[in-house]
């Protein structure tokens, strides 16, 4: 089959590689639909992670269930289904607890707790960036959706990011009335903001520098803050009196910039601490790493960011971090999509077939032509 691989900085290739197949009995092989590139995906591509050449990219799955392993009886062939970027066994004390992100059983790389498909570090899965995908423990894994190809773009958000944004919105306890501030307007930072407002959000600031994805957010009733214009921390305490904002999202992870393009991997987690409201609440779904041998000082090279912990304290703010379990949320969120109160492809920008994957990767990292989601369709 072809799939999308990885073949060092800046190289992903589309090649021949090995058909996915049923391994183990609870396996169901899926026929992908639509398989999203994701910002996640770009911390790879750049070379800031250790995931080794060869690797097939892709955790951002749905399609048709193609095979089930014996094993297998709540899923059958011909199902249309979201596959949730977390892979999970169902009965570990974590997923008991509803966090398959942190399943305990899956990944086998020393020292982490969660797996994921065609990711570094999350375990020896092949992605879903290619004809064919295999999904381990099928029947708790999966997500059945309506048969058909009505909400393709939407449902596609439910895999990673409609859920990752969704999270970092219930990390930060975002309640009706909540005025909050998400920072980053990548995919994830749009989720944040549309999710706000489904829990009843007043006003919902988005700061990026990406005039096209600020223009995006207010598509959705956000107010934009461009941090290309001045400080963010500034423009949210003037529209907002001086009081600051009761919740706070982090969507933009280790690689925070300035307006230079400078990395500061401190400075997102700094400004919400000054812009969120005393005793108030933040969300971190940006990803940070324990290791980045890229990064610029020493002590961050080893994950150690020297973020302004004591106003955190001081204020009494809370803070809650990591990978999203998606299937906490991916059924509601579902059933939002299909009673038309959720619209979450309204981010898609690029949907190109898989063998333009080089080319989406290209313009998705350099954020040009209005890049902001790029969907690839296998069988197109
Ligand atoms: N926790 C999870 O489960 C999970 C899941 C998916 C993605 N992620 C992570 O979420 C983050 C965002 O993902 P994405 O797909 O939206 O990525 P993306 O790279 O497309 O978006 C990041 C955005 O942040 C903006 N940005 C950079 N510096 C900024 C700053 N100082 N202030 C405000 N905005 C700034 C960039 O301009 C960009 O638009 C990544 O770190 C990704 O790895 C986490
Ligand atoms: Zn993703
Ligand atoms: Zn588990």
Redesign the pocket.
């Known amino acids: 089959m072809k799939a999308v691989v990885y073949q060092g900085p800046m190289k992903v290739a589309v090649t021949e590689v090995p058909d996915a197949k049923i391994e183990q009995p609870l396996d169901a092989v899926i026929r992908i639909t639509t398989t999203n590139i994701?910002?996640?995906d770009?911390?790879m591509y750049e070379g800031r992670t250790s995931v080794e050449n060869g690797k097939v990219l892709g955790h951002e799955n749905m399609g048709v269930v193609e095979e089930v392993g014996p094993g297998v009886d709540r899923i059958k062939v011909g199902d249309r289904v979201s596959v949730p970027f977390n892979i999970s066994c169902g009965c570990c004390e974590n997923c008991n607890s509803g966090w398959t992100s942190f399943c305990l059983r899956t990944n086998p790389t020393e020292g982490m707790v969660g797996a994921a498909y065609g990711y570094a570090n999350m375990g020896p899965y092949d992605g879903g960036q290619a004809e064919f995908l295999r999904v381990p423990y099928a029947d708790f894994n999966l997500l059945q959706l309506p048969a058909g190809s009505q909400f393709e773009n939407d449902f596609a958000m439910l895999s990673?990011?409609f859920p990752?944004g969704y999270h970092g919105t219930e990390l930060a306890e975002v309640g009706p009335g909540d005025t909050v501030a998400v920072?980053?307007?990548?995919?994830?930072?749009l989720m944040a903001a549309h999710s706000a407002f489904l829990r009843g959000a007043s006003q919902v600031f988005v700061?990026?520098?990406?005039k096209d994805?600020l223009n995006l957010a207010k598509s959705v009733d956000a107010t934009p803050i461009d941090?290309a214009q001045g400080d963010p921390v500034e423009q949210i305490m003037q529209a907002t009196k001086g009081k600051g904002v009761d919740r706070g999202v982090e969507?933009?992870?280790y690689q925070?910039?300035?307006p230079s393009g400078e990395e500061h991997p401190e400075?997102?987690l700094d400004n919400l601490v000054k812009v969120v409201r005393a005793t108030g609440a933040i969300g971190v779904?940006?990803?940070y790493v324990p290791e980045d041998p890229g990064a610029a000082s020493a002590p961050a090279k080893e994950g150690r960011l020297g973020w302004d912990y004591g106003t955190f304290f001081s204020k009494g703010l809370r803070m809650g971090t990591?990978?999203?379990p998606v299937k906490r949320y991916n059924r509601q969120l579902r059933d939002l999509i299909i009673a038309g109160r959720a619209t979450p492809g309204f981010i898609v920008s690029h949907e190109l077939p898989l063998s333009q994957a080089p080319q989406g990767y290209d313009k998705f990292d350099r954020?040009v032509d209005g890049c902001t989601k790029v969907l690839l369709h296998p069988d197109r």
Request: contains cysteine; negative net charge; hydrophobic residues 40%.
């Open positions: 994701c910002g996640s770009l911390h990673d990011i990752t920072f980053g307007a990548g995919p994830v930072g700061v990026d520098k990406e994805r941090f969507a933009v992870g925070a910039h300035d400075l997102v779904v940006g990803v990591g990978q999203a954020r």
